[in-house]
């Protein structure tokens, strides 16, 4: 049974439940798991939990939901970087550090990515969304790492926002202008200048 946890932590319990769960039964790659239902009676846990933590494990691609079907397992074994990374985010307090860290790299290698694919086009529609829309932190670099292009990048960044979200760190205020201006940078093509907007926008010492 799952511990009674407050908050997000308990989505990260449950899905340490379910990796287990799906060992014991002996489920292969291509197997249905049992419903929200049938999983929250068994883990004894409310079902939007459940749903929390199967969200959590369909984007690090280990599980997937068909419509009218139901959810199965993926055939994640051949991924070892998706493994990993999916035992190593659950390690609560002890990743702190490491998942802050890795959000924000994996944030500047999207950015490099979109200088590479040099669309300007995008670049333009990005600006005026920034220009015209009230958005989140999380709003502006989904979008960032969408443009990425990288599917295995945005899952990845997205469970570790999520994880991020649920450390409950101290937040800083970024005005709206640190936005337009990594996006102006973007438009450059330059690298340096990229770099230097972002560990602006970041607050990093090595900016």
Not at 5 to 25: H, T
Not at 53 to 60: H, K, M, P, S, V
Not at 137 to 151: G, Q, R, T, W
């Amino acid at each position: 049974m799952v511990s009674n946890q407050v908050g997000s932590k308990v989505y990260i319990e449950i899905v340490k439940q379910l990796r287990k769960m799906i060992e014991q039964d002996g489920l292969k790659p291509g197997d249905k798991i049992p419903s929200e239902r049938e999983l929250s009676e068994r883990l004894a846990v409310g079902r939007s939990s459940v749903r929390e933590a199967l969200r959590a494990l369909e984007l690090l691609g280990l599980i997937e939901t068909r419509r009218g079907e139901g959810t199965f397992i993926r055939d994640f074994r051949s991924n070892q970087l998706v493994q990993l990374l999916s035992t190593f985010i659950l390690q609560d307090d002890k990743a702190r550090k490491d998942v802050v860290e890795t959000k924000y790299l994996i944030e500047m290698d999207c950015l490099r990515l979109i200088i590479d694919r040099n669309n300007d086009e995008k670049l333009s529609l990005l600006k005026s969304w920034v220009e015209q829309q009230a958005f989140s932190d999380d709003e502006f670099f989904l979008k960032i790492v969408d443009l990425a292009d990288n599917h295995l990048f945005y899952r990845i960044w997205n469970i570790l926002s999520d994880y991020y979200q649920s450390l409950k760190l101290p937040t800083v205020e970024i005005e709206k202008i640190e936005y337009s201006k990594l996006v102006e940078a973007l438009m450059t093509n330059e690298e340096e200048i990229v770099r230097r907007q972002y560990a602006q926008l970041r607050k990093l010492s090595n900016g």
